[in-house]
Nanobody
Framework: VHLVESGGGVAQTGGSLRLACEVS????????IGWFRQAHEREREGVSC???????YYRDSVKGRFTITRDKAKNTAYLQMESLKPEDTAVYYC?????????????????????WGQGTSVTVSS
């Protein structure tokens, strides 16, 4: 199983970017897939995740600005990021979990993910 991210880059505050995660080796529609990010000298944090039933999770700081989707035909997940802020600057990692997805008790931080992409860098300039 391989996860390959793309779409990172540089955006201005208030701008937008769309990250893509192409999955090979299995059909992502049957599993939970999401995104973590890690900023320089900060701990990694869960950003967004979507379960196999389509239920999305977002961390509070991105709610209303980020949208996670899946394209079954392309076996690709996307993270549409709008109204970007400098604090969104980080390396974003696509992750996939073979077991049950997120729920109200676990959120995203309480899950272990089985596969990770190599990461794509997002820089938001002020």
């Amino acid at each position: 199983v391989h996860l390959v991210e793309s779409g990172g880059g540089v955006a201005q505050t208030g701008g937008s970017l769309r990250l893509a995660c192409e999955v090979s080796g299995l059909f992502l529609d049957s599993y939970a897939i999401g995104w973590f990010r890690q900023a320089h000298e900060r701990e990694r944090e869960g950003v967004s995740c979507i379960n196999s039933d389509g239920s999305p999770y977002y961390r509070d700081s991105v709610k209303g600005r980020f949208t996670i989707t899946r394209d079954k035909a392309k076996n690709t997940a996307y993270l549409q990021m709008e109204s970007l802020k400098p604090e969104d600057t980080a390396v974003y990692y696509c992750v996939l979990r073979l077991g049950p997805g997120w729920n109200m008790a676990t959120g995203m931080e309480g899950l272990e993910f089985d596969y990770w992409g190599q990461g794509t860098s997002v820089t938001v300039s002020s």
